[in-house]
């Protein structure tokens, strides 16, 4: 059973192993419900780095949203699994609360480790927004900020298991949720992924916690040595 931590106290549990789950061949469509609740791990984080990606080459989250295909369901994202087992990602972005404006597409190797931008420009071929016509512009703005609100918790959380500021520091990325490593879940919650160690010294603990949207419960899934060390 995982750690829970609520925000009216501390509840310390004994937490057991996560189980790994099985990569994604190039032969095969991503199915299935993953490690972080969702359709599988590899396709998941691929999609929020190339959304990232997005992100930064147009100005970060003040200046550039990208569609909300591309923060939801991983398979419902408009990619294709290339033949190297690659995911290659064409979605559609623009200024917040315009309509879109921006075309990117962004392939992300299958381990993660090299992501490029292909295009970033002007709408090469429109094509119909399938989106959720409840989704406004105001809601999505709001599961930005719940997001930014969860990783600071996260990250407070991460602090706390691990002895302090005084022992211990995350990395960077939890400070800007431009580089914050994070999976959107079906059941209303975020789950962060994150390094951090001794201050001023190389990363030595992997930190994998998930935050309800609203605040109301933070779960350390992993906390431990860095168990992929690239």
């Known amino acids: 059973m995982p750690i829970k931590i609520s925000l009216l106290g501390l509840i310390v549990l004994v937490a057991t192993a996560v189980p790994l789950i099985s990569p994604i061949s190039a032969n095969s469509q991503p199915s299935g419900i993953g490690q972080f609740g969702v359709d599988n791990p590899l396709l998941q984080r691929a999609m929020n780095l190339a959304r990232q990606a997005a992100e930064r080459a147009n100005g970060g989250l003040s200046q550039y949203r990208a569609e909300p295909a591309m923060s939801g369901i991983a398979t419902q994202s408009p990619f294709v699994l290339n033949a190297d087992g690659s995911f290659t990602f064409t979605f ?86 431009d580089r914050a490593k994070y999976v959107l879940n079906d059941n209303g919650t975020v789950t962060f992924s994150f390094l951090g160690g001794s201050p001023n010294a190389q990363p030595t603990i992997e930190s994998v916690i998930t935050v309800a949207l609203d605040g109301s419960q933070i779960t350390i899934d992993y906390n431990g040595p860095i168990r992929n060390p690239s």
């Not at 392939?107 to 002007?122: A, H, K, Q």
């Not at 119909?128 to 969860?150: F, L």
């Not at 600071?152 to 302090?164: E, F, P, T, Y």
Request: hydrophobic share 30%; no cysteine; glycine share 10%.
């Open 92 to 177: 559609l972005g623009g200024k917040p609360d315009q309509p879109f404006s921006l075309e990117s597409i962004v392939t992300v190797s299958g381990d993660g480790r090299e992501v490029n931008l292909d295009y970033n420009g002007p709408i090469k071929s429109p094509r119909p927004q399938t989106t959720n016509p409840n989704r406004t512009s105001n809601s999505i703005g709001e599961e930005i900020r719940s997001i930014q609100r969860a990783m600071n918790l996260a990250r407070q959380a991460g602090v706390k298991a691990n002895g302090g500021l005084s022992v211990y520091r995350p990395d960077m990325s939890m400070f800007s949720l």
